[in-house]
């Protein structure tokens, strides 16, 4: 269980983060929805450790994090460009992790990572010779492997594109499920949010705008903002397909 | 970014060391100096040096020499650059010149002078194969050939670079639009390149300005700022205080021109986009620009034909049977072997040590959240406005009496520092290019700091890193400004020795040195190459 209490943050005397508290379970997927500059990167940050919080407090499990360095966590992160080494192929950077922490995967661990996210014809491919899914699934395999307690991921489907997105969003929703990982996504995507995550965390300029599952955010807008960034869009979208196509696609 | 570590704090705080010990505090100490008289402190050091005709006259001496030198450095280094640019010549040929300008860098600017003298001399190769003394070549004439052979690469390669990031379609666009030949040169190609030819100009004026090598080979009676100050420091009555007045005048100039360089760059145009895009044929332009560009390049190769041709000759001009007498001699002579193998190791040192100080300033300044880090863009700007001699005679001031005295400690530091700016704005350049999250990502993964730089960060700037290390070791053969007032007898390196054995008339000693060096370079040069070629292939 991650737990926020009362989360606040400024920069240069800007107040970005301001009284920000939810709850996630085991296992839970949750999104981080908001527009750009609303502050969802610098509340990943501050859950990863990267950032120190001004106010407030992290709890994970029993245990207080506020004040833990980022590497004593456990949690881990994939970036939104993936972040993977460039000078090493595919398998190298899953395995990355396990020269500092020798023993803690064993070696039929890591290939049922690499099975699960299908990696295996692309292991000795450099990099640069992956397709915007493969690296994604690359950085999920790497950050699997270090075992995290909490997986970050930051706007995990931005660089992607159609059906890539579809089978990446199926498969984040399997590594929560399968490895029981309580997921954090950042996403400025009303639909990845809905589609993806068991609850959203909607923050407008700095503050909480609405905490709730889909369904309590579809039907029941809290307030101006999260109807007209949420329920317009998605009306627009659908009205958009059905003046293209007719009833049956909207 | 990465927050700050300690051990991020240990590294800055060793660099700080480095040029608070090694460039702040000699430079203060040559300022103090400058107002030290018999009596205290005063201008009198100043007025004397003012009231001297010789001083003043020797400095409008160097801004004339220098200004003109610049002029046409900057004209031809265009003409080089436009002819890549903006023409089709066969592409092999393109390759060919770009390369063959660059040949002078390998070379020592003493060793140019020495090149001109046997080349446009009475007896020079230039005067035999064309009949005439072309001009006379102690003084003027001689300078200006020597700074304009000198400053040519570096101006060519300011505008060469300057040139990728102007749009070639604009010139297309002009002509579509009606424009004729000169107003389309005009807005599409001088205007957007502005920048970069003032830049041109001004660093060729800098160079000039500041080298001892030409001048004190073909400077003859005609005394340039330079040489008056080997002399006032070096001469048959050394004056340590009017020699650090006269440091200190030379560096306002060249901190003019550095602040007028940055200046100057905001008026470069730089595009969003660039496509790569190939100019309609135009057979007169291509024919023309291609004998033009290659004349330049003949020409300025040619002088240096000699030093190719003389070592190999009994006694150029008068006996021209062939022999290797003076490779052999060379290689017997302990002595100058010994200068080479002297001037081997502080190339070497001074490559792997500067290295690693500009690419950890560069690391710190560019991938971490240290607070005080844009202290090394500081350092930076500082070490690339002092010239070398200035920064030799302030070791010179600051280091007489310490043990580092003589040592080659002294010569590796003074070249680390004199050569720290472009080495440290390559790293800069490439580290900037990489992934902001990999530090993080490997701190995540149970790394620490050093670690995944050592994992990650270094192997993927080998390419830069490489560059650099080419760059500090033959910048380190061929100068001989800075450490021209801190060798002593065992630590004579190659550049130093060439202006020993002027004394005793060795020219073809003089000619063996510098093609050791030159190939010495050319081996480096070319190895650096081949292993950034294949780390690019795979």
Same mark, same amino acid.
């Given at each position: ?227 007209? %960034? ?21 | ?97 770009? $390369? ?50 000198? $400053? ?174 003076? %490779? ?190 030159? %190939? ?19």
């Amino acid at each position: 269980m991650l737990k926020l209490q009362h989360i606040g943050k400024q920069f240069d005397g800007k107040t970005v983060l301001d009284d920000i508290c939810f709850e996630i379970g085991t296992g839970e997927i949750m999104s981080l929805l908001g527009p750009s500059g609303s502050g969802k990167t610098t509340l990943l940050h501050l859950i990863l450790g990267l950032t120190g919080a001004d106010r407030g407090s992290i709890v994970f499990g029993d245990e207080d994090l506020t004040r833990v360095p980022m590497k004593k966590r456990g949690f881990n992160i994939v970036f939104q460009d993936f972040a993977l080494f460039p000078n090493l192929n595919a398998y190298e950077n899953i395995v990355y992790g396990l020269r500092n922490k020798k023993g803690l995967v064993s070696p039929k661990e890591v290939q049922e990572y690499i099975d699960f996210l299908e990696l295996t014809p692309h292991l000795n491919k450099k990099i640069g010779e992956l397709s915007g899914g493969q690296k994604q699934r690359v950085a999920l395999a790497r950050t699997l492997v270090a075992k995290p307690k909490l997986l970050l991921l930051d706007e995990p489907l931005s660089a992607l594109d159609g059906v890539i997105k579809e089978s990446i969003k199926q498969r984040i929703q399997s590594i929560a499920r399968e490895f029981k990982l309580t997921t954090l996504i950042v996403t400025h995507d009303p639909e990845e949010a809905l589609t993806m995550s068991d609850k959203i965390l909607i923050i407008n300029q700095g503050r909480i705008a609405q905490f709730g599952a889909p369904q309590d955010i579809i039907g029941r807008p809290a307030n101006e903002f999260v109807e007209q %960034f949420i329920i317009k869009q998605l009306r627009i979208k659908r009205q958009n397909i059905f003046n293209l196509f007719g009833e049956m696609y909207a | 970014m990465h927050k700050a570590k300690t051990e991020m704090r240990v590294v800055f705080a060793l660099l700080l060391l480095l040029f608070a010990g090694f460039l702040f505090l000699p430079l203060l100490v040559l300022l103090i100096r400058s107002f030290e008289t018999g009596e205290g402190f005063s201008l009198a050091n100043y007025a004397a040096v003012w009231k001297g005709r010789d001083m003043v006259g020797a400095a409008l001496n160097s801004v004339k020499v220098s200004a003109v030198s610049a002029v046409i450095a900057t004209t031809l280094a265009f003409i080089l650059a436009y002819a890549i640019h903006c023409t089709r010549i066969f592409r092999p040929i393109k390759g060919v010149l770009k $390369t063959a300008i660059l040949v002078p860098m390998l070379l020592p600017t003493i060793t140019y002078g020495f090149a001109i003298m046997y080349s446009f001399g009475n007896q020079g190769l230039i005067t035999k194969l064309i009949g005439r003394n072309l001009f006379e070549i102690y003084g003027f004439n001689g300078l200006l050939t020597g700074y304009v052979i000198y $400053t040519l690469p570096p101006a060519f390669l300011l505008i060469h670079n300057a040139f990728g990031y102007v749009d070639k379609k604009f010139i297309i666009v002009s002509k579509l639009m009606g424009d004729g030949t000169a107003r389309s040169f005009f807005h599409a190609v001088l205007r957007p390149l502005a920048g970069a030819l003032g830049g041109a100009f001004v660093l060729a004026f800098i160079l000039s300005f500041t080298d001892f090598g030409i001048p004190a080979s073909v400077g003859g009676t005609y005394p340039v700022i330079a040489a008056q100050l080997y002399q006032v420091m070096l001469g048959s009555i050394p004056d340590f205080n009017q020699g650090a007045v006269i440091a200190v005048v030379m560096l306002i100039p060249a901190a003019f021109g550095i602040w007028l360089l940055r200046y100057l760059d905001k008026l470069n145009f730089h595009y969003d986009k660039i496509d790569a895009i190939e100019l309609p044929k135009h057979r007169v332009r291509d024919a023309g620009l291609g004998i033009l560009s290659s004349a330049i390049v003949v020409g300025i190769l040619s002088v240096f034909a000699v030093m190719f041709v003389a070592p190999f000759m009994n006694g150029f001009p008068y006996d021209t049977a062939f022999t290797f007498k003076h %490779f052999s001699d060379v290689f017997a002579s302990g002595d100058l072997t010994g200068v080479y193998k002297n001037s081997l190791w502080v190339a070497l040192l001074t490559s792997l040590l500067g290295t690693l100080a500009a690419y950890g300033a560069a690391l710190l300044n560019v991938r971490t959240k240290l607070k005080a880090k844009g202290a090394t863009d500081v350092v930076s700007m500082i070490t690339n406005t002092v010239p070398g001699m200035v920064l030799g005679i302030a070791y010179l001031l600051l280091f007489n009496g310490s043990s580092l005295k003589g040592t080659f400690a002294i010569l590796v530091l003074c070249n680390i520092v004199h050569l720290f700016t472009t080495p440290y704005l390559m790293a800069k350049n490439a580290l900037s290019k990489m992934n902001p999250s990999w530090e993080t990502t490997g701190e995540l993964l149970g790394d620490s700091w050093f670690k995944t730089v050592y994992r990650v960060v270094l192997p993927n700037s080998a390419s830069a890193i490489i560059e650099m290390f080419a760059y500090y070791f033959v910048n380190s053969m061929v100068t001989i400004s800075g450490i021209i007032f801190l060798v002593s007898a065992q630590t004579s390196v190659v550049a130093s020795k060439i202006k020993e054995l002027q004394h005793f008339a060795k020219f073809n000693e003089i000619f063996v040195l510098s093609l050791l060096i030159f %190939f010495t370079n050319l081996v480096i040069k070319a190895a650096c190459d081949w292993m950034q070629r294949r780390r690019a292939v795979r």
